[in-house]
């Protein structure tokens, strides 16, 4: 394979050129592919394993040591050139595109951070509330001792007539 044939998309007098069947298919293909003729593809889904599928042949004959190989390096070095800037305003959006991608891995980052940290408050928050549930009943529990406690004391006190209270012993302080 020459240096010009690398550096070219097949042109239709390189495809009928072509006599072994296999390869004109992949020709035909290839031209398609990345001519923009196969609906629904774009620069970034132009790969060996895509060229295969649409000529309708495996993979193995375009890759490695298959027949197709040395279309299928063309293919891939014409598809990188594809991919990259070809003029100032591309090379521009190129960079505004990655700084972009950079400033969105940025925020899905701090967005996870605050969906952990929400659900950690939270959690904590939880915790809290049944904390807080429990010392209410605590507090209850002790307000309703403390009202049984100061009415026997009471009780004890009225029935003091000279005989210690029964089952309450009363400290007086002097």
């Not at 406690?149 to 009225?158: D, G, I, N, P, T």
Request: hydrophobic share 35%.
């Amino acid at each position: 394979m020459n240096e010009e044939t690398q550096l070219h998309i097949p042109t239709q007098a390189e495809i009928n050129a072509e006599s072994v069947p296999t390869r004109k298919l992949v020709l035909t293909k290839m031209r398609a592919l990345l001519t923009g003729k196969v609906e629904g593809v774009t620069a970034a889904d132009l790969s060996v394993s895509r060229l295969a599928r649409e000529a309708g042949i495996k993979r193995g004959i375009v890759t490695g040591k298959g027949s197709c190989a040395d279309l299928g390096t063309r293919f891939l070095h014409l598809a990188e050139r594809l991919r990259e800037p070809q003029t100032p305003l591309e090379f521009e959006q190129a960079i505004k595109i990655d700084r972009l991608s950079a400033a969105l891995a940025e925020l899905e980052e701090a967005h996870r951070n605050l969906l952990r940290d929400r659900d950690e408050w939270k959690s904590r928050t939880q915790t809290t509330l049944r904390l807080v549930q429990l010392i209410e009943k605590e507090k209850r529990e002790q307000e309703e001792m403390a009202a049984s406690l100061r009415s026997r004391l009471k009780r004890a006190q009225e029935s003091r007539d000279g005989k210690p209270a029964t089952g309450l012993y009363v400290v007086e302080d002097n």
